[in-house]
């Protein structure tokens, strides 16, 4: 069986570009490897959430006082 | 906006954002195991709340770069397995309504910790807080 060449397609896109492949919108981010990768697309931000909704981050004080209780499990 | 779940002591009320949905939870195959934790964890949460005993802090300072102050979240499936049995999260976002009602608003859905070049669901929500990845 012989093999047939395959001519890449050249993109011109780096880290932080965001792109559409059929019909599917991608971040560009890193691989952390050296190379890039494609991560499904955020395009809604929390600000634009927080103006969308007519609302808005607990402050730190808010957030001690009714959730500081809340364990943590230091994942992430 | 839709909040889900009723307003019964020990239970916080959640909003899930059609469009934070699409891109969280959509984007993932349909039927696919994932997906189906994602949408049975809503189901439950619209109809019983989210229980404030199954919420854990998120990290402000994480060793992957990611900051999440003043963020929560759940293990999914919903469920009293052991955590390292739950391999999905929903990162939720507190906010305050005009009339300062507080809600948990899902800010992310993925894996805790999945294979490396893709992004866990940690730093998809950070993203989504700070407009760009931690490594950006």
Known sequence: ?76 | MATSGPRRPGRVPVSFDADVWSQEVERLRARGPMRAAAERAREEIAAHGMPRDALLACSADGEDGTSLARCLKVYLPLNDRPASERPCAFVFELAASGDDRVMLRLIAYGERHPAPATRSVYERAHKRLHGRYPDQ
Do not use: C, N, W
């Not at chain 1, 093999?3 to 397609?9: F, I």
């Not at chain 1, 004080?61 to 500081?68: K, L, N």
């Open chain 1, 1 to 76: 069986m012989s093999g047939m060449a395959v001519a890449a397609k050249r993109l011109d896109v780096s880290v932080g570009d965001l792109v559409e492949i059929d019909g599917r919108s991608y971040d560009v981010v890193s691989d952390k490897a050296g190379g890039v990768a494609l991560e499904p697309a955020i395009t809604v931000f929390s600000a634009e959430l927080h103006e969308r909704d007519g609302t808005r981050p607990l402050t730190a004080e808010e957030f001690d006082e009714q959730f500081g209780d809340v364990p943590g499990d230091g994942e992430g």
